[in-house]
């Protein structure tokens, strides 16, 4: 039976070998099925290019165009700023205590300009304390934020607070905010 099992073998292995020719259709098959999707995936492109194109709507005109101040645009003219402290603050809630060195403005409506400044002026050590507090308890990493939104947002609640309304105060400005390392 030995040999029965070797001639199969033999037999098997001249069929093994022209095989190969066989091989050759079945790489046509591949690059044809290949050819196919490519083809299908060029023509949906163009199907949704002139879709776009033809059914789609124009861009807007007036994208780009720089208007022209008019009154209206110019809110500056109805504001005005207003110095409320400069302060310097040691903050150790971060790895290493800093001294902070900050100047805080408010940007007010004009028609409230005389009460704000009026109100800062007969209460300077409290809203000097306030800004302090928000400072002494502030986190590391929002003292060290580049528009330093969260220290305004903080700022101008309790400026709110002092005020008694939170409207007066249009926007909070922190022009300096130096911070000094302490005890190298």
């Not at 292995?13 to 060029?42: C, H, N, Q, W, Y």
Request: aromatic content about 4%; overall charge negative.
């Amino acid at each position: 039976m030995s040999k029965e099992a070797e001639n199969a073998k033999k037999e098997k292995e001249p069929a093994e070998s022209a095989g190969d020719p066989k091989s050759a259709p079945a790489t046509k098959g591949r690059f044809g099925t290949i050819g196919i999707v490519g083809g299908l995936m060029l023509v949906e492109g163009v199907g949704i290019f002139l879709c776009m194109k033809f059914l789609g709507t124009d861009p807007d005109p007036t994208i780009g165009i720089e208007q022209a101040l008019t009154p209206t645009t110019k809110p500056w003219e109805e504001s005005r700023e207003i110095l409320v402290a400069k302060v310097r603050v040691l903050n150790s809630n971060g790895s290493k205590a800093m001294l902070y060195n900050v100047k805080v403005v408010v940007r007010v409506h004009h028609e409230n300009q005389g009460r704000v400044e009026e109100f800062f002026n007969s209460r300077k050590s409290t809203v000097e304390d306030a800004i302090g507090r928000v400072i002494r308890s502030a986190e590391e990493r929002h003292l060290a934020e580049p528009g330093l939104e969260t220290l305004k947002r903080q700022v101008r609640h309790e400026l709110g607070v002092l005020l008694g309304d939170d409207s007066l105060i249009e926007q909070v400005l922190v022009p300096e905010c130096m911070p000094m390392p302490t005890g190298y």
